[in-house]
């Protein structure tokens, strides 16, 4: 096998991609024809089938950008498999009506990267009306581009929000904000403490699409009347004696919950660093001048509807406090605490 | 649209207004797909109108019909004529009621509705553009001083904020008209960009270029169905935000042979139609006259 970095990084691609996707996959690449894929044994074993696909990339003399593209497409399948930040922009006050050209983006885009690292490859894939997946891989003044370990960035036209995976080269951020804000026209760009491995819930977060249920007139069930979850009159036989608590509990809750699907986000985290407190008078550490450090982190599959199900279930009070309940408002999961 | 502002003081058929304004409904989403010149808001506005006459007309026949009923049977009936005149006033509540409910729910085509919540009022945007009913969104508002967005479904490349800073506080009903303007002409401008994508796809050599706010549209395309190549280049930009029509047309000739003098009549004819048409009906009438221009089109 050739060790071109095309045919490489589309052989890797493609190894990494589960059997039951491969047909889906390839067909949304649209590189290798129909007949072409016809041609091939799908049910052999997959070692295979990925020298068959790659032989036929080759006959097509596949390129580094066709590469790319399949790379692109294998990320926007597996987004879970990365974890995304997301960058905010602003624009200065007064600006003109955003006449967003998305040819003239990629373009900016990409030769503000090329200007400033030659060693730097630039690939795009449009998505969805309205949005961008852009993959990069980083070189240095003296080696070639690191296929292996590319970037990701997610951006939607005429937003300030831009969503990258968290790249191992750190060091390229400056540089990506930089062609990210000037190619999009806007003038700054800032980091947001907020960061997930559901990009669909990032979305949803900064573009505030997570509460959509809305009260009209043409809606068949009234809000109040509908069932609180609570099947309190199950059984005659049992009585409950906190009803009234438990009650006001779920209302709570559903007040500061809503009752959509909350956004999915793996952790929240609090740095603290706050003098300590007491209700008792003296002892040692309330006369400690420095603050104390520590770190909180809580952790879920899906923290927000954990944290929902805190009071419910009885393990919190309601309301619960406004540092947990604050997140998919504020667009935050990092938060540093310190006294005012 | 007219709306019928008196309510019925007896009771009336049930099925009639009901089943009405659902039909009503129904032909304003038929008459989405049509691609057809569209009717000026007038003619939409007359016919609607003869339909509530029409409505009313057949309410008032049902009303005289059912008060003659009653009276038959009150007079035929003499066991406990009071429960029944009871029963009769709980139905007449209740259609009342429900017709109510019917006339608050089609205030949607008004464009400008709402709900009262617990907290404030719900707002309803409903969009439409050449007669066809298009998205709805939603500004859940806060009674509070200051006023204040509990929350909303409007996407978040329409200027809400600034339109916000502006008029939420001084002057709800200028906030609510600019949203609605807005909005308005964004669902325009989305639906003749997404008319041309799926209808149209045959003209173009590639995929329409659009963005968000559907303000900056880049194709390339032929005026003639059956013709091979791909002569046109067509730039479109929107620059008033309110306006479903561009502010700017570029058309350029990308044909390989030199310019000949018809193909610059063509060129200037398209770029013409395109300032004074909506965009998918420059192709209805490209489909439609084959490779022949109508310049009467041209107003």
């Not at chain 2, 709805?136 to 509990?150: A, E, G, N, R, T």
């Not at chain 2, 730039?235 to 309110?242: A, I």
Request: aromatic content about 8%.
């Amino acid at each position: 096998m050739r060790r071109e970095p095309a045919g490489d990084v589309g052989r890797r691609t493609i190894l990494k991609i589960p059997m039951t996707e491969m047909m889906t996959i390839l067909k949304t690449w649209n590189f290798l024809s129909e007949n072409q894929l016809q041609t091939v044994n799908f049910r052999q074993r997959k070692e295979s089938l990925v020298q068959d696909l790659v032989l036929l990339c080759e006959e097509n003399r596949a390129s580094l950008n066709d590469a790319a593209l399949l790379d692109i497409i294998y990320t926007q399948f597996h987004r879970h498999q990365k974890v995304w930040d997301v960058f905010q922009m602003s624009k200065g006050p007064g600006e003109d009506i955003d006449l967003f050209d998305m040819e003239q983006f990629k373009s900016s885009f990409k030769k503000i990267l090329k200007r400033a690292l030659k060693n730097v490859t630039v690939s795009f894939r449009d998505a969805e009306e309205n949005a961008v997946w852009i993959r990069i891989a980083w070189g240095t003044q003296y080696r070639k581009p690191n296929q292996y370990k590319p970037a990701y960035v997610v951006y939607y036209s005429q937003t300030p929000y831009a969503f990258t995976s968290s790249s191992q080269l750190k060091s390229n951020l400056p540089l990506l904000g930089q062609a990210l804000t000037i190619a999009s026209k806007h003038h700054q760009i800032v980091k947001m403490d907020l960061r997930s491995r559901y990009l669909d819930s990032l979305k949803a977060i900064v573009f505030k699409q997570y509460n959509q249920t809305f009260e009209t007139h043409n809606s068949t069930t009234p809000l109040q009347e509908r069932s609180l979850g609570l099947d309190i009159n199950m059984d005659s036989r049992i009585i409950h004696e906190n009803k009234t608590e438990k009650e006001r509990v779920q209302r709570v809750t559903q007040e500061i919950f809503g009752d959509y699907p909350q956004p999915r986000l793996e952790f929240a985290q609090y740095k603290l660093e706050t003098k300590f407190k007491s209700d008792l008078n003296g002892g040692i550490l309330t006369e400690r001048e420095e603050p104390l450090r520590c770190l909180v982190k809580f952790s879920s599959p899906h923290l927000l509807e954990a944290l929902k199900s805190l009071a419910p279930a009885g393990i919190a009070d309601a309301p619960l406090s406004p540092l947990l309940t604050c997140i998919p408002n504020k667009g935050m999961n990092y938060f540093k605490i310190r006294d005012k | 649209m007219e709306l019928p502002n008196t309510l019925s003081q007896d009771g009336e058929s049930r099925g009639g207004v009901l089943a009405h304004l659902e039909r009503l409904e129904t032909q304003v989403s038929r008459s989405r797909k049509k691609l057809e010149e569209p009717q000026s808001a007038q003619a939409v506005e007359s016919a609607l109108g003869t339909r509530i006459h029409e409505l009313r007309r057949l309410r008032d026949k049902l009303r005289a019909e059912v008060k003659h009923q009653a009276r038959v049977k009150a007079s035929t009936t003499n066991v406990e004529p009071d429960q029944t005149l009871e029963i009769t006033e709980q139905e007449i509540l209740k259609r009342k009621r429900e017709n109510v409910k019917a006339i608050l729910q089609a205030y949607r085509f008004t464009g400008i509705s709402g709900k009262l919540t617990s907290r404030g009022v719900c707002v309803c945007i409903s969009t439409a553009f050449e007669g066809n009913l298009l998205d709805s969104y939603f500004v859940d508002l806060v009674m509070q001083k200051p006023l204040q967005i509990h929350h909303h479904s409007i996407p978040v490349f329409i200027p809400l904020e600034e339109i916000s800073a502006k008029y939420l506080q001084t002057n709800i009903q200028h906030f609510l008209f600019t949203l609605c303007e807005y909005l308005n002409a964004y669902s325009g401008r989305k639906y003749q960009a997404d008319r041309l994508q799926s209808d149209f796809a045959a003209f173009l050599a590639r995929p329409l270029q659009r963005n968000s706010l559907c303000n900056l549209l880049s194709f390339t395309y032929k005026a003639e169905p059956e013709g091979q190549s791909f002569p046109f280049c067509a730039r479109l930009l929107y620059k008033d935000l309110t306006t479903t029509l561009p502010t700017d047309v570029t058309v350029t000739y990308q044909g390989t042979d030199a310019l000949s003098t018809t193909r610059e009549e063509q060129r200037a004819a398209h770029e013409n139609l395109l300032f004074t048409k909506p965009l998918h009906q420059v192709f209805t009438s490209f489909a439609r006259k084959g490779d022949k221009l109508d310049m009467s089109l041209v107003s």
